[in-house]
């Protein structure tokens, strides 16, 4: 049957709703929407992100610092999201080598995060300039940490093109984004036998000349694996002091380095490992890594970028290391349990920071060191 043109028309019409309708299905569809609030992240990509509309997502200068603070070995650089967006070079830093238990089956390495931006070494006290990295070989008679006027305590420094002898605080100037040191013992299947003990020391006193029973008094001190898997410590800034930058000239005013170095802050070396060997016929041999990421000034410094202002980002990554066990060594087999653990937490930490309570974090699980 053929419809009439009057039919066809009021068929139309009865298809096509009213303004009425229309505003009314829109404004259930905004509801429906507001309450769904943004997407969540897609497992895997490694961001954090906040599940509010209204909120806006950490900035990456907040999470590329959240990635490095983590693990600096990942070969990314980042800088710290301060109150400050002042252009910077990101820079990181690295060394390389080996250290041996002593003649009494002690050994160990100590390691200076500041100093660890020159390249210059030294183990005498009082000399210029500071040293990043002292460590035992198989002559050590001791049973404490190396300290800079030990017997047999070997010096290093990292692959910075930056000398402390020829700086001023004028021509290059250092802040102290992440630096970690990692240790594994690589003496042969059958000889190896010891205890490994990591350390941040908390209010970043100095390692030098401490013993195991002094170490383990803290509560930050834990047992590492020895037989061949990475133990990592990693730095972790305590005040807004270590988020400041630093040259020569506010680093040391006198003569006496190494006294300086041993005695307070921010010279002193505290990160480290401590290997008590379970018999001395068997030196304990551990390949250590050392990485440093800095921003740097100053009128030598060249290839500045942006390092955008998140002071609300950097509240919610430091309140992720707020307790004492998450500044433990970590075994890096295991490390992304921990990691899991540790931006699970910085999502109420985040919520917490930006006045909300609906916080969704993605992580990409295959994080390894």
Known sequence: MTKTKSQKARARGAQKPSKAKRSA??????????????????????????????????????????RVLENPFSGNVACVPSAFNTPSLKQSFRAFGTFQTGTNGFGGIVVSPLSTCFNDTNTTVGTDPSTAILYTNSTYTLTTLPAYNSTNAQAASTNSPYSYSSATNATVQFKLVSCGIRVRNVTAQLNRG?????????????????????????????????????????????????????????????????????????LTHFLG???????????????????????????????????????????????????????????????????????????AMAASVFGGNRVRIGYNNRHQL
């Open 25 to 66: 299905q829109s404004a259930r569809d905004k509801a429906i929407a507001s309450k769904r609030g943004m997407k969540r992240p897609r497992p895997g990509n490694g961001s954090l992100m906040l599940n509010r509309r209204s909120e806006p997502p950490l900035s990456k200068c907040a999470r590329e610092y959240k």
């Open 194 to 266: 010891a205890t490994t003990i990591g350390i941040e020391t908390p209010q970043h006193t100095d390692l030098q000349q401490k013993g195991i029973s002094g170490i383990t008094l803290w509560d930050q001190a834990g047992l590492g694996d020895s037989d061949g898997r990475w133990n990592v410590i990693t730095y972790h800034p305590n005040d807004q002091f270590e988020l400041s930058y630093f040259g020569k000239g506010n680093w040391i005013n006198n003569a006496n380095i190494g006294v300086d170095q041993y005695y307070g802050q921010p």
């Open 273 to 347: 490992f401590a290997v008590q060997a379970t018999t001395t016929a068997n030196t304990q041999t551990y390949e250590y890594e050392v990485v440093t990421v800095a921003e740097i000034i100053g009128t030598q410094v060249h290839g500045l970028s942006p390092s955008p202002s998140d002071p609300a980002g950097l509240a919610a990554v430091q309140n992720t290391y707020a307790d004492a066990r998450s500044r433990k060594p970590q075994v890096a087999d295991d490390s992304w349990f921990n990691s899991h653990n540790v931006l699970m937490g910085a999502g």
